[in-house]
């Protein structure tokens, strides 16, 4: 006779098996999340909204998905660096737009916004696999453009982003200057420990002391931990230590991982910020901060500097034709 224990057990046995099939089987629809609740997919404004003068641009991924994006000039003659921005992951580009027209004003750069496929306006389903060809993908397009610095491109990307940047830096050394990355995972597979506290004996990154049986079935593990010592760009890390989603030892975990090999790394945490508004809880200092690091590691170039002294000269004539 099967004792109630043995039921008991099965049962619990029986809904855990399940509850993890369940996980496998929607891990993607658990890690991305293009449309926040209560919100449409489209997008609510676009930069014209914030007067910022924008083309929008219409890329195919080399596995053929159509993808949006904008660019977003401070100014046509604008001769600053150009930052390729991956977002977070809930919402689309539309909610990051106030952070990107203060980071036009106080970084006097050009700005490129990428849509992840299945974000936005772009097609397709959000995979690891294709938003690391839709980001490939944006920056080839950047360096066909005759119309910025192609030497002075710079990666930013803020969480799930730092994911995507970190790989398009480690795969791109030529293309791109430099690398920020702003409350990053060092894995989805460590987040999943995280967010699920029970998951951690089964799912779990280099640092993980379980059994992590579960691994090979994630479709998504965005380990930036693997990715971040095979960078050789300079690297900024920008940390709010009242992070809510991403704990903030994440960051120290890739900063350390990053230095044992590249000697052009900087830190910075900011005490008050969390993890989606530690660019408006750092204030000045955030920015201040941003700037240093492009000015030593993405000088303007003769090209750059040429063009502005060009600028100034065809004022100065102007001013005295005007006389």
């Not at 014209?48 to 904008?70: C, M, N, P, Q, T």
């Not at 150009?82 to 689309?92: D, K, S």
């Not at 580009?93 to 772009?122: D, K, T």
Request: proline residues 5%; glycine residues 8%; hydrophobic residues 40%.
């Amino acid at each position: 006779m099967v004792s109630l224990w043995s039921v008991l057990a099965y049962g619990v046995g029986g809904v855990i098996v399940a509850g993890v099939a369940l996980l496998v089987a929607f891990q993607e629809k658990l890690v991305y999340v293009p449309v926040l609740p209560g919100l449409a997919k489209a997008y609510a404004l676009t930069p014209a909204r914030l007067r910022l003068a924008y083309e929008d641009v219409w890329l195919r991924s080399s596995d053929g998905v159509r993808l949006h994006s904008w660019f977003i000039k401070l100014s046509p003659n604008c001769t600053g660096p150009t930052i390729l921005f991956f977002q977070e992951n809930a919402g689309n580009i539309a909610h990051r737009l106030e952070f990107v027209r203060i980071m036009l004003q106080r970084l006097h750069c050009n700005v490129f916004m990428l849509s992840y496929r299945g974000y936005g306006a772009s097609d397709g389903y959000p995979s690891q696999h294709g938003i690391t060809k839709d980001a490939q993908a944006a920056l080839d397009h950047l360096i066909q453009r005759d119309d910025i610095d192609t030497s002075r491109i710079v990666v930013f990307g803020r969480s799930l982003g730092g994911a995507v940047g970190a790989v398009l830096a480690r795969n791109n050394p030529d293309k791109v200057s430099a690398l920020i990355l702003e409350n990053t995972f060092t894995s989805i597979l460590d987040m999943a420990g995280v967010l699920l506290p029970f998951l951690k004996w089964f799912i779990g990154g280099s640092s993980s002391k379980g059994p992590k049986i579960l691994n090979r079935l994630v479709r998504s593990p965005w380990s930036t931990i693997d990715v971040v010592g095979q960078i050789k760009q300079p690297i900024l890390f920008l940390s709010g230590l009242q992070d809510e989603m991403v704990p903030p030892s994440h960051m120290r975990l890739l900063y350390n991982k990053a230095i044992e090999s590249n000697s052009e790394c900087l830190f910075v945490d900011f005490p008050n910020g969390m993890h989606m508004d530690t660019w408006l809880s750092g204030g000045d200092r955030y920015w201040r901060t941003i700037q240093i690091f492009l000015d030593q590691y993405v000088p303007q170039t003769r090209r750059s500097s040429q063009s502005r002294i060009d600028e100034d000269n065809n004022g100065s004539n102007d001013d005295f034709m005007a006389r």
